[in-house]
Every structure is written in C-alpha cells, then in structure tokens.
C-alpha cells in the first residue's frame, strides 16, 4: 500500500496529486475531489479518499505514468508538478 503527494499548480490555481492505495486522487483548493479510473478523470469524494488513505500504511514515492499525466494535462490544461 502506498500514499504519496505531490503539488499540481494549473492555470494560477494549486491542487494536490495523492496516491492512496494505489488509485490517484487530485484534491483542489476549491475542495473538488477527483480520482483517475479507467485511465478518466472521474468525480470522487471525501469519504472516498479518506477510505482510501485508511487502508495505506505509510507515506512512500510514487510513479505518475505519461498515461495518468496525459488525462491531468487535457482537464487541467499545462500544469508543473511540485515534490
């Protein structure tokens, strides 16, 4: 189990790039809360991540592949990633 964060800043805004339990989470300063699935940038919550986060152990790296970083770039637009 992994759980790791990354800082996304887009367009002037920031959000934060969590991956818990193998499913990535973006969390936007707005509170919007979205994960990827099924390589689709999809709705999630609150209640989704905090399961999520229960089940990971330990703060660890993680790898964003160019696929995950493709489906950030065409809903957020350019972005740079903050570690």
């Known amino acids: 189990?992994?759980?790791?964060?990354?800082q996304l800043n887009f367009n002037g805004k920031k959000a934060?790039?969590?991956s818990a339990n193998q499913i990535?989470?973006?969390?936007e300063q707005d509170g919007n809360i979205r994960k990827i699935e099924n390589k689709?940038?999809?709705d999630s919550s609150?209640?989704?991540?905090?399961?999520?986060?229960?089940k990971t152990k330990e703060r660890?790296?993680?790898n964003l592949?160019?696929?995950?970083?493709?489906?950030?770039?065409?809903?957020?637009?350019?972005?740079?990633?903050?570690?």
Do not use: P, W
């Open 1 to 6: 189990m992994e759980k790791g964060i990354a």
């Open 16 to 18: 934060e790039i969590i």
């Open 24 to 27: 990535i989470f973006i969390v």
């Open 40 to 42: 689709k940038l999809k």
């Open 46 to 54: 609150k209640e989704e991540l905090e399961a999520a986060l229960s």
């Open 60 to 62: 660890l790296k993680f």
């Open 65 to 83: 592949s160019a696929d995950v970083i493709e489906i950030i770039r065409k809903a957020m637009g350019d972005f740079t990633i903050g570690f």
